[in-house]
């Protein structure tokens, strides 16, 4: 800790040495982007896209899950995404999971959580279909169509790491497929809804590779992931 906290210390004159300038941001942010990922400390979203102060919004939670809108079950995610595409205006939603995902990995496996029972309830609750699809593409029974794809069978859930992927994580396939789900349900959110259909919002399934650094998109055409 004693790094962080000489580096928090030291952050004005860092920042104005990098040409960063703060003193505007007081004025408020217009950030282009909302980008949504795991909690997991390999994936740093400004780091990878270079963002500075003010140029991306950032939504983490464990598994890069997004909840079905509810507004009975109102969530921190859900007024997020709701204020970024509604106040902010951002142009761009990014849903990127990454390689070697523990959230992810807990369900394909079907870990024991009871350990950690907000974390287990968070997966189970929110994670209904999308751990239906990642168990399916897990255990080789996805389909390859594009984000409007559903994973309505039942695979057991212990039958972990049979999947193979664009690399050697054999979870990849899995988060891929979550991160579609993701998708699918960022599309409900009315606010979204509403941006997709006058055409001023883009939405983006990423996949990152966090021991390469790689980056990989979706491709609707053809349902694969393939790098930027
Ligand atoms: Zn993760």
């Given at each position: ?5 000489d580096?928090?210390r ?5 920042a ?5 300038r703060?003193a505007?941001?007081?004025?408020g ?6 980008f949504?990922t795991c909690?997991d400390s ?18 983490r939670?464990?598994?890069n899950?997004?909840?079905d ?8 995610e859900?007024a997020t995404?709701e204020f970024a595409?509604?106040?902010?205006g951002v ?10 995902c523990?959230?992810v990995g807990?369900?394909?496996r079907?870990d ?7 974390l ?8 209904d279909s999308?751990l239906?699809?990642a168990?399916d593409?897990a255990t080789?029974?996805a389909d390859?169509?594009g984000?409007?794809?559903?994973g ?8 972990a790491d049979?999947g193979?992927g664009?690399?050697d994580d054999?979870?990849?396939a899995?988060?891929q497929?979550?991160v579609l789900?993701?998708i699918?349900r960022?599309?409900?959110?009315p606010a ?7 055409g001023t919002?883009?939405l ?18 053809d349902g694969?992931f393939?790098?930027?």
């Amino acid at each position: 800790m004693r790094s962080f906290i000489d580096h928090a210390r030291t952050f004005p004159a860092r920042a104005d040495a990098d040409g960063c300038r703060l003193a505007p941001l007081a004025a408020g942010q217009s950030p282009q982007a909302l980008f949504v990922t795991c909690s997991d400390s390999r994936v740093v979203p400004s780091l990878i896209c270079a963002a500075r102060p003010g140029e991306l919004f950032e939504l983490r939670t464990a598994g890069n899950i997004i909840p079905d809108y509810d507004l009975d079950r109102p969530s921190g995610e859900a007024a997020t995404i709701e204020f970024a595409a509604r106040v902010l205006g951002v142009t761009d939603i990014v849903v990127c999971g990454h390689s070697h995902c523990g959230a992810v990995g807990a369900l394909v496996r079907g870990d024991d959580l009871t350990a950690v029972p907000a974390l287990a309830r968070w997966l189970d609750t929110t994670l209904d279909s999308a751990l239906d699809s990642a168990l399916d593409t897990a255990t080789g029974d996805a389909d390859t169509g594009g984000p409007e794809s559903g994973g309505a069978a039942a695979p057991p859930r212990h039958d972990a790491d049979r999947g193979t992927g664009p690399d050697d994580d054999p979870l990849a396939a899995a988060v891929q497929r979550h991160v579609l789900t993701q998708i699918d349900r960022l599309r409900a959110y009315p606010a979204v809804r509403a941006r997709l259909d006058d055409g001023t919002l883009t939405l983006h399934a990423w996949y990152y590779q966090v021991h390469t650094g790689t980056v990989l998109a979706h491709r609707p055409a053809d349902g694969a992931f393939t790098p930027l």
